[in-house]
């Protein structure tokens, strides 16, 4: 896993997903990525790639709650119950991206966090990020604890993120 005290490398992130991209192609499975507070940073990373198309689908950009409803199916009640940054939340936008996609052999990574400067709270303070990943077996989550400014926030998410679908991946 890459390691989330650091800055993020833009060679590290390379090298993960040349690995990414090799896995996916092997195992004829396509990447779709449902992202918060990343902005979609996931998918620019994935597309920056020459080849990209053989093992990218697609992107769903939800960074408000009604984004996430609409475009996901992530039920209301849910956010409401347990936040936006939440396991709850975060599973259901991974299940939501792989059905949204509508075809097999998709897997979906999503990201939900707190990247500040402001907005986080004692329970969930500034750097709390869920991520999930989805695929036919079923859904998974893991949350978060990182440091650093904004953008070294999204970045590490990115980086991360990146390397847990590859480790979810590796036999």
Not at 53 to 81: C, H
Not at 85 to 112: F, L, T
Not at 125 to 136: E, F, K, L
């Amino acid at each position: 896993m890459p390691d989330l005290q650091k800055e993020a490398d833009s060679s590290d992130l390379e090298s993960l997903l040349k690995e990414l991209s090799n896995l996916l192609i092997k195992k004829n499975l396509m990447l779709v990525t449902a992202e918060s507070c990343t902005g979609g940073l996931i998918a620019a990373s994935c597309t920056k790639l020459p080849g990209s198309s053989q093992w990218f689908d697609r992107s769903f950009v939800t960074y408000t709650n009604e984004a996430k409803n609409e475009m996901l199916g992530v039920p209301k009640e849910l956010i409401e119950q347990h936040g936006a940054v939440s396991k709850e939340v975060v599973e259901a936008m991974a299940a939501g991206a792989v059905k949204k996609a509508g075809r097999k052999n998709r897997i979906a990574i999503s990201v939900s966090g707190i990247a500040g400067p402001d907005g986080g709270t004692p329970e969930k303070p500034i750097g709390t990020v869920w991520i999930g990943y989805a695929d036919d077996k079923g859904v998974e989550s893991k949350q978060l604890h990182l440091k650093g400014s904004r953008a070294d926030i999204r970045q590490s998410t990115v980086e991360y993120s990146v390397g847990w679908v590859l480790a979810n991946l590796k036999p």
